[in-house]
């Protein structure tokens, strides 16, 4: 990281030198910067007397889709290389385009470019997002903290936890509030917590009452110092009614231990429809539906993602009555097959742990392989807000309405979009969809995300886009832009579909 640049306060606004220091106005800390150093932020710099982008401006290659016959594009204008890149589809994206900041001007470059028919515009623009967050889902089933606790980076609150989801915890880090509205300190470790996770690095998270949890995207999540490999296969009552026929004939009685709905087999639905005899047994919980129970225990790190670590401590006496017997055999298993043991009842009908026997191996080894990988996904959410919507069209309603009438199609470097239903444009994009190292920030504090918005030029126009500051994807390679510094060609990344022709061609005006 480079050394950060003093800051001034000049007594003249529109002077943008102050002794052998360039002013940069890409940001509202109008920083200072000498010679060979960068600003605050480490995105701009001074370098030959200029204010440039550090970062070079990506543009992403999409490959020829070939069905299994190679294509040679020989009406593109640079010669083919023998490489399964279409040249003629270069995606502009915002990437280290720099921003419009402060809003007064178009969007650093807006792209024209004609694929398969259509005439297409895309705008690109580095969005500073004050109100923006990320939502994390944890592949788990352990007991992270309690609904709505704090959740710390390097001390400081940054989010809380949020309602739980099915095998997976969710936390909801960021928003205006703590990058803004606590302190120096809250405002400054939130913004670099989000640029981290945005950026797919690791970060290490406590909550208030609960575990320390290590988050990174696509990576499986590290829960009190143990790695986490598997999500549950569903609650213990899904259990039984996927394995119930696994079981029958070789065990007596099944039990799946779940901090939301522990399963009994002998007395679910499944069981019954297949036969199963009662045997008596007795769950130390709240009895739901017959075979599933509520509250067995308070949630943790145990079985099922409960405080147990010794199952036959939710059993009650069994009820020789009912069916219970010595001889009588009992599997206690875990819902992602991690935690398993196998019991008979002696004379006094106790049960008493036995070597586990081959039979059920496969039982328990079929509940692991139907558990998924645990992984953290991370999702930014920014709100795209006037300011940014102004370097787009002259009237920034405009923007909002294309884009939620599905005229203008969004994308964050490239990457495909979940924009929320309602007012505003409200955005969610998986930042594991997004080329690497894609988000930066400003120390106002705010994060800074590429954004795109593409759509039919004629719709452009009609919208009042900035219609002479249009160029073709030639010129911007050839010629860059205002704090142009070099380019970089990626490959898009696999599964991220671009331009959206099927929506252009279908719906002009936005129109199903």
């Not at 720099?98 to 690109?124: C, H, M, N, R, W």
């Not at 009908?349 to 139907?370: A, D, T």
């Amino acid at each position: 990281m480079s050394e950060l640049s003093e800051r001034f306060v000049s007594s003249d606004p529109g002077d943008k030198r102050q002794g052998d220091k360039l002013r940069c106005d890409a940001c509202p800390v109008m920083c200072y910067i000498a010679e060979g150093r960068t600003g605050a932020c480490d995105r701009y710099g001074n370098f030959g007397g200029r204010i440039v982008r550090c970062d070079p401006l990506t543009i992403l290659e999409h490959h020829i889709e070939t069905d299994g016959e190679v294509v040679h594009f020989a009406a593109a204008e640079e010669p083919w290389t023998g490489e399964l890149i279409d040249p003629g589809r270069r995606f502009v994206t915002a990437i280290g385009a720099g921003t419009t900041y402060p809003d007064y001007k178009p969007a650093p470059f807006i792209v024209s470019q004609e694929v398969e028919g259509v005439d297409l515009v895309t705008v690109v623009t580095e969005g500073i997002f004050s109100y923006c967050g990320v939502k994390v889902k944890i592949d788990t089933d352990r007991h992270l903290g309690p609904e709505t606790a704090t959740v710390r980076a390097e001390g400081e609150a940054v989010g809380h936890v949020t309602t739980g989801e099915y095998g997976s915890q969710m936390l909801s880090l960021g928003g205006v509030h703590h990058l803004t509205g606590g302190s120096k300190a809250e405002g400054r470790v939130t913004c670099a917590t989000l640029l981290d996770l945005c950026n797919r690095k690791p970060v290490e998270l406590t909550i208030d009452g609960g575990a320390s949890v290590i988050v990174e995207a696509g990576k499986a999540p590290v829960i009190d110092g143990k790695v986490e490999h598997r999500m549950r296969v569903g609650c213990g009552s899904a259990t039984i009614g996927m394995f119930a026929t696994q079981w029958r004939g070789l065990v007596d009685e099944v039990v799946v231990v779940d901090d939301h709905i522990t399963g009994v087999v002998s007395e679910h639905q499944a069981g019954k429809v297949l036969g199963w005899a009662d045997t008596g047994i007795k769950i130390s919980g709240r009895r739901s539906t017959p075979g599933r129970y509520f509250k067995v225990s308070e949630p943790g790190l145990g079985w099922g993602g409960t405080t147990i670590s010794d199952p036959l401590s939710i059993l009650g006496p069994w009820n020789p009555a009912k069916g219970a017997r010595a001889g009588l055999s009992l599997l206690m298993v875990s819902t992602t097959g991690e935690q398993f043991a196998y019991y008979e009842l002696d004379e006094e009908l106790r049960p008493v742990e036995k070597p586990f026997p081959e039979r059920l191996e496969k039982s328990v080894r079929l509940i692991e392989e139907n558990c998924e990988p645990a992984l953290c996904t991370v999702l930014f959410v920014g709100g795209a807000g006037g300011s940014l919507r102004a370097g787009v069209v002259e009237n920034p309603v405009n923007l909002t309405r294309s884009v939620q009438g599905l005229q203008t199609y969004v994308t964050v470097g490239g990457a495909p979009v979940y924009v929320w239903p309602g007012g505003g444009i409200t955005l969610m994009v998986d930042v594991t969809r997004v080329p690497e190292n894609a988000f930066g920030y400003v120390p106002t504090p705010a994060l800074v995300a590429p954004i795109e918005f593409t759509l039919r030029r004629d719709d452009y126009l009609r919208l009042g886009g900035y219609a002479g500051a249009i160029r073709t994807v030639d010129d911007v390679l050839a010629q860059g832009g205002e704090y142009f510094n070099e380019r970089q060609n990626r490959p898009a990344p696999t599964g991220n579909p671009w331009p959206p022709l099927q929506q252009l061609r279908r719906w002009p005006g936005g129109r199903p």
